[in-house]
Every structure is written in structure tokens, then in C-alpha cells.
Nanobody
């Protein structure tokens, strides 16, 4: 059973935008001040890769080079919610997007350090 739930995926034209949301599925998961909440993505035949993350306490944000300037990650702590605004999408952004929690923000880039995941939401960018 996933501890996080992603929503907002779908089909979008190149150059278009989508917004993703992530929240705990129930009361199983507590997001702590030291955590980083992040988005990863995985395309067919490729490794799961870090996309963007935001620290819970300080709202510090991290982005992969491939999405910097196009994607914006945000959190609303009062809602226990993480968002990913994706602009100027291209076919290379097509992937399943996952939300995840890492207790150690220093290793935000490492998928193996995350201890809670969602099942993912499909984002398809195509004409």
C-alpha cells in the first residue's frame, strides 16, 4: 500500500502545462520538519531519476538540470501537500511521476534514500 498519492497526470501537447499534487494517502505517513519531499520520474527503459524536491522546514528547492526553469516544486505544509507545476512540456518529459519522502535532505538526489512512495501518475507529452 502506497503511503503517498499523486494526482494530476494526463496527456498534454508539447509546450503545454500540467500540475501534479501529492498528499499522504491517510494517516500512515507523517512528514517531519527535517524531511525533503521530492518528485522522481521514470520513462520506459530508463532509470528512475530525480526531478525536483522541497525541504519541509525551510522550503529549499532542488531541481534537475533538465527541468530547471520549466518546473516549479512547492509545498503547503498546512495541507501536507507537495505540488509540481510543469510548464513548456516536451515529449522528453513523458514518464511516470512519483512523489517520495526522504528523511535526509542531503541525499535528495538518491532514490534509494527515500522511505515512502506513491504509485505514480502518468504524464504523456505528445502531439
Amino acid at each position: 500500500q502506497a503511503q503517498l498519492v499523486e494526482s494530476g497526470g494526463g496527456l498534454v501537447q508539447p509546450g503545454g502545462s500540467l500540475s501534479l499534487a501529492c498528499t499522504p494517502s491517510g494517516r500512515d505517513l507523517v512528514i517531519y520538519a527535517n524531511d525533503i519531499m521530492s518528485w522522481f520520474r521514470q520513462a520506459p527503459g530508463k532509470e528512475r531519476e530525480f526531478v525536483a524536491g522541497v525541504t519541509w522546514r525551510n522550503n529549499k528547492k532542488y531541481y534537475s538540470d533538465s527541468v530547471k526553469g520549466r518546473f516549479t516544486v512547492s509545498r503547503v505544509a498546512a495541507e501536507n501537500a507537495v505540488y509540481l507545476k510543469m510548464n513548456n512540456l516536451s515529449p522528453e518529459d513523458t514518464a511516470v511521476y512519483y512523489c517520495a519522502r526522504n528523511p535526509d535532505p542531503y541525499t535528495y538526489y538518491d532514490a534509494k534514500k527515500y522511505n515512502a512512495w506513491g504509485h505514480g501518475t502518468q504524464v504523456t507529452v505528445s502531439s
